[in-house]
């Protein structure tokens, strides 16, 4: 395989909750498009090593994504146009992916009506905050230890489609990917 057809994309997300998310929900979806699939958390990461990073990758020709939460703007435009502005001219709005309202909604948005935490899932996630998770999953969601492993289970059981069905937000990032159904 040539350089020219190698292909790699780098997701920075959040925090360790969203690197679980995406290293065992969408890379394996992202592994089938693409040679080498990075994800790296951005949080605590200068916005000056950030923007050099997104510059490498821009000039190397690679593929790359910021996954943030909708709690940060009035909008979504909102809040991709402030990622962007803040790190232009290496990162685009179309790169920005927004959880909305957080990445709790997408955790819940693929969990079974029939699920072994006796939890019941709406329809709709499009406002599944910190507070309306750990009300649907109770007093694991709201100790530590506890919901770093109810987040585990969760994605042991995971449903893409229905959650593609439940989040109008993870279904857009999923098309952007490319790894929509």
Not at 76 to 102: C, I
Not at 122 to 133: G, H, L, N, R, Y
Request: glycine share 4%.
């Amino acid at each position: 395989m040539s350089v020219a057809q190698w292909k790699r994309i780098t997701l920075f997300v959040e925090g360790e909750e969203d690197r679980a998310f995406a290293e065992r929900i969408l890379k394996p979806r992202l592994q089938e498009r693409y040679n080498e699939v990075r994800i790296q958390t951005h949080a605590q990461t200068p916005n000056e090593q950030l923007r050099s990073h997104l510059r490498s990758l821009k000039r190397m020709g690679s593929d790359f994504f910021l996954l943030v939460d909708y709690d940060r703007g009035p909008c979504v435009a909102a809040v991709r146009q402030n990622y962007a502005q803040r790190y232009e001219p290496y990162l685009g709005e179309a790169q920005v992916l927004v959880a909305r309202p957080m990445i709790e909604a997408w955790y819940t948005a693929g969990v079974p009506s029939q699920n072994p935490f006796k939890a019941s899932i709406p329809s709709t996630v499009e406002d599944i905050d910190k507070p309306a998770f750990a009300r649907i999953f109770g007093e694991r969601a709201r100790n530590r230890e506890e919901r770093i492993i109810l987040l585990q289970q969760i994605l042991d059981v995971y449903d893409w489609n229905l959650a593609l069905q439940r989040s109008e937000s993870l279904r857009y990032c999923a098309t952007r990917l490319g790894i929509a159904p």
